[in-house]
């Protein structure tokens, strides 16, 4: 959890501060052009790329203020219109960003940018008014030992409060990008609101934002959005790094279909996030993967069938004997679920719906297998595994199997006698 609020904000940051206060700002200085630049750039570009209008509007709003700062302050950013600019780029940064936090997101459409540039150029307009020389004085006054008084900083706190709830609601690195790039602007605004120091914490402030966008789209490349896990892309490529020792498991979920059109998709989705938490915890150096539907992987490294096999075995216990709730559609369950009893009396019900009135359970069968001198490559080691899943849901489901090569061959000869009747 800590690398998801530190990496990368949190490292670019302090590699900027360490930077502007070292004497190395003087030698990279004819380069903070370049950088500055090629961040603003890119950034635009990769926002674009990705239709992420919150990051898009977040670096136009930046780039405006830093300019309107250099341009207003002459030098001089303690007293006068360099010091309204100071002030009003402190107020109305916080506010954009809490604003585009609660925005929905629509994409870079003409109905979704056309209302915030209108809003951005009448904030600018209103930035270039009060900065005027005759209306400065009305508006700020000289400092005393900091740029920024503790009001000003009121914003920033709303705001830091808001990316952090939102963080844990969405799990998104974006999240702490915005986070770090709010750090990153206060430092510019308290510190060094022009010259080459602010060239630096800008761009970096940028950057944070470019950073935490890709992040944020390998996280939706790799990871299952619905229950958090790693998905199949990552799957297929952590196959690839594989070492001779090893133990692949396929984890499937008993009756889910009819669990599913019982309770509907939103009980439905419960599950499939409570089973995967569950197998992320599987520990021994496992990792879970949702393959698709209600199909898992665990992947262990360095670590045989067998011992796998207690792990596995102790997971589907704790799966079983995990309960849960139903939110809020259990009176409509029952009434479809009494409905498909009447027209269907003679139908099973599952093990999920034997759970006491308004709490669930369900269990997994397993299968998991090994490499072995007849199957060396990663996609027989799978379908090895899938052979002990079948046989765990025809041995009556909620079960591991172990797939060694005594029961394989065995069932090769089953299938080869039966090919001859």
């Known amino acids: 959890m800590w690398k998801a609020w530190l990496i990368p904000g949190g490292l670019l940051l302090a590699l900027s501060a360490a930077l502007v206060n070292s004497s190395l700002l003087g030698r990279v200085a004819p380069s903070l052009a370049f950088y500055y630049f090629a961040v603003f750039a890119a950034g635009l570009v990769l926002a674009w790329r990705f239709n992420s209008s919150r990051v898009l509007f977040s670096l136009v709003v930046l780039l405006l203020a830093h300019r309107a700062v250099e341009f207003f302050s002459f030098g ?4 006068g219109p360099g ?28 109905a979704g940018i056309a209302p915030r540039f209108g809003l951005l150029f009448l ?6 008014v009060l900065c005027r020389p005759e209306n400065a004085g009305a508006v700020s006054a000289p400092a005393a030992r900091t740029a920024l008084p503790l009001w000003a900083l009121t914003g920033f706190a709303a705001a830091t409060v808001v990316f952090v709830l939102r963080f844990f609601q969405t799990h998104k690195p974006v999240e702490t990008g915005f986070l770090w790039s709010l750090a990153a602007i206060i430092l510019w605004l308290e510190f060094a609101p022009v010259g080459k120091a602010a060239d630096a914490y800008v761009a970096t ?3 944070i934002l470019v950073a935490s966008l890709i992040e944020t789209s390998y996280l939706l490349a790799y990871h299952d959005e619905l229950t958090g896990i790693r998905g199949r892309r990552a799957f297929n490529e952590a196959l690839l790094s594989l070492d001779q020792q090893y133990a692949i498991a396929i984890v499937d979920i008993d009756h889910f279909k009819q669990f599913n059109d019982t309770y509907g998709h939103d009980t439905g989705d419960q599950v499939l996030r409570m089973v995967a938490s569950r197998l992320a915890d599987v520990g021994g150096g496992g ?16 670590t045989s069938a067998k011992d796998a096999f207690e792990r596995l075995d102790f997971l ?3 799966i079983q004997t995990s309960v849960f709730g139903v939110r809020g559609s259990e009176r409509r369950s029952e009434a479809r679920g009494g409905d498909a009893e009447r027209r269907k009396p003679g139908r099973k019900k599952t093990a999920a719906l034997k759970s006491p009135p308004g709490e669930l359970s369900v269990t997994v069968s397993i299968g998991v297998a090994e490499p072995s001198t007849r199957y060396r490559q990663p996609e027989q080691v799978i379908h090895a595994a899938d052979q002990a899943l079948y046989r765990a849901k025809h041995n009556g489901r909620n079960r ?8 394989l061959q065995l069932t090769r000869k089953k299938r080869a006698n039966a090919s001859r009747l």
């Open 400 to 407: 591991v199997e172990l797939a060694t090569t005594a029961t």
């Open 83 to 110: 010091r309204t600019a100071v002030l009003l780029v402190a107020v109305l940064i916080p506010l954009n960003s809490i604003a585009l936090a609660f925005l929905r997101e629509r994409g870079l459409t003409v």
């Open 316 to 318: 589907r216990r704790a």
């Open 287 to 302: 990792q879970a993967f949702r393959c698709g539907g209600e199909e898992f992987a665990i992947l262990f490294r360095n």
């Open 123 to 128: 904030q600018s307009v209103a930035v270039a």
């Open 205 to 207: 402030a940028g950057l």
């Open 76 to 79: 001089q950013t303690r007293t």
